[in-house]
C-alpha cells in the first residue's frame, strides 16, 4: 500500500530554519506531483507548495514564497520542503500529498489521493 512518511518537524525559534522529508513508498514516486499542505489548530488544511515529477514547482502566494523550497529526489523517492525565517503563524502540522498527476500541481486538498500522517512544526516568538 502507498505510504508517505514525513520527518523533520520540531520547535524552531522564529527566524530559524527545518528541513521536512516525506519518504514514499508503494507508488511509483516519478508518476505522481507531490505536495506539501499544513494545518493549524482550529483552522482548515492549507496548500503549501508542490513540485511536478520534472520539478516544476508552485507555492502558495504571500505566506510562504522566497522562505519555502520544495524538492524532490526521485531516485530516493522522498520530497524536501526547506523552511527558512520561519515565523510564529508557520506553526502548524505539516502533510506531504501525492497527486496522480505528474505533470501538474493543485492547490486543493481534493487535489491529492495520498496524506502521509502529518509532523508537528512549532515556531515559537
Known amino acids: 500500500q502507498v505510504q508517505l512518511v514525513e520527518s523533520g518537524g520540531g520547535l524552531v525559534q522564529a527566524g530559524g530554519s527545518l528541513r521536512l522529508s516525506c519518504a514514499a513508498s508503494?507508488?511509483?514516486?516519478?508518476?505522481?506531483?507531490m505536495g506539501w499542505f499544513r494545518q493549524a489548530p482550529g483552522k482548515e488544511r492549507e496548500f503549501v507548495a508542490a513540485i511536478t515529477w520534472s520539478g516544476g514547482t508552485a507555492y502558495a502566494t504571500d505566506s510562504v514564497k522566497g522562505r519555502f523550497t520544495i524538492s524532490r529526489d526521485n531516485a530516493k523517492n522522498t520530497v524536501y520542503v526547506q523552511m527558512n525565517s520561519l515565523k510564529p503563524e508557520d506553526t502548524a502540522v505539516y502533510y506531504c500529498?501525492?497527486?496522480?498527476?505528474?505533470?501538474?500541481?493543485?492547490?486543493?486538498?481534493?487535489?491529492?489521493?495520498?496524506w502521509g500522517q502529518g509532523t508537528q512544526v512549532t515556531v515559537s516568538s
Open positions: 500529498a501525492a497527486r496522480g498527476s505528474p505533470g501538474s500541481t493543485s492547490v486543493l486538498v481534493s487535489g491529492y489521493e495520498y
Open positions: 508503494g507508488l511509483i514516486f516519478s508518476r505522481y506531483t
